[in-house]
């Protein structure tokens, strides 16, 4: 089945919007995502663990929210507006994962906001 990854996750994403409404924190929107994607017959898994390795060493670690179908990262936020640092988080996301696209969700007002982000690695 050949599904467009994107549209499936930001119609997920208006659906929890318009049902949660806004000023949860991300959690309860992480679950919310989960729940909807499940529902739509999606894979995905939350809060995945990727770890930083430097010179043959962990040295950190990385909790994505969401992998929908083990190829697209999901970063749902609660801010007023996104910032550098929240682009920069995906892409160390997407560089920790392997994977090229990530999706940055904002719940925080009525009207969902989301950008889709690529990978030049």
């Not at 467009?4 to 994403?13: I, K, L, Q, R």
Request: include cysteine; glycine fraction near 10%.
């Amino acid at each position: 089945m050949n599904m467009n990854w994107f549209e499936v996750v930001v119609g997920a994403a208006y659906e929890v919007s318009n049902t949660l409404g806004c000023g949860f924190l991300e959690r309860v929107y992480r679950r919310g995502m989960a729940r909807e994607l499940a529902i739509r017959g999606v894979a995905c898994e939350t809060e995945v663990r990727y770890e930083i390795r430097y010179k043959g060493g962990v040295i950190g670690e990385y909790f994505a929210d969401l992998i929908v179908d083990g190829r697209l990262v999901v970063e749902l936020k609660c801010v007023e507006q996104f910032g550098n640092e929240h682009l920069a988080q995906c892409l160390n996301y997407l560089k920790a994962s392997g994977l090229r696209t990530a999706l940055l969700i904002n719940f925080q007002r009525p009207k969902v906001e989301w950008r889709r982000i690529v990978s030049r690695f």
